[in-house]
Structures are given as C-alpha cells and as structure tokens.
C-alpha cells in the first residue's frame, strides 16, 4: 500500500502565497521513492483535472504556461516529500490541488488539498 497526504491549502488572497507538502508513506522505501516521477494536478468545479507541475526522478521539472514563473516543484528523496511553491496566486488558481505518485509499482494519488484565491 502506497499513501499520498497534501497538506498547506487554505485561503489565500490574490497576490499571495502558498507551499503545498505532499508526504509518500507506505511501501516505498526513500530509495524507490527517488525513481518515482512526482506530478501536482488541480481540479476546479466543472473543469478537468489538469496539471500544474512535474519533477522526475532526475530532478527535471516541467510547467505549463498558465503557471510558468509563478510555481515552483521541488522534492526531497530522504524526506519522501513533494513541494509546490505558489506565488502571485490569482483566483483562477482556485481548485483541489492533488500530488501523484508515477514509478515502477503503479501510479497514486493524494487525496487533494483545497486552495482558494479570494479577496
């Protein structure tokens, strides 16, 4: 059993910051963990899950245009942890934000976060 915890959402103005955490527990060792590539999805009401960020095993990261410049993913192997740093947060960034795991064992999911941009 693989589990994936987000934690860091809340309510944020625009402008604002958040740090989202994604813990990796169960079985995957930290070594394994290493060799998994890390994704954060979003999911806003009646849109489709899109994704915001990625960091492979070899420390590569990928964002797509609407969040470019302003999110930031990093992780630490040892700590089996997955970070997204959200900056000049603005209220179309409002959505569930999701951490997945992808490796040799299969793909897993984070049960979500809720982060809301609002004045």
């Known amino acids: 059993q693989v589990q994936l915890v987000e934690s860091g959402g809340g309510l944020v103005q625009p402008g604002g910051s958040l740090r989202l955490s994604c813990g990796v527990s169960g079985s995957i060792s930290g070594s394994s963990f290493s060799l998994y590539n890390m994704d954060w999805y979003r999911q806003a009401p009646g849109k489709q899950r899109e994704l915001v960020a990625t960091i492979t095993r070899g420390g590569i990261t990928n964002y797509p245009d609407s969040v470019k410049g302003r999110f930031t993913i990093s992780r630490d192997n040892g700590k089996k942890m997955v970070y997204l740093q959200m900056n000049s947060l603005k209220p179309e960034d409002t959505a569930v934000y999701y951490c997945?795991?992808?490796?040799?064992?299969?793909?897993?999911w984070g049960q979500g976060t809720q982060v809301t941009v609002s004045s």
């Open positions: 997945r795991a992808v490796g040799f064992t299969g793909t897993y």
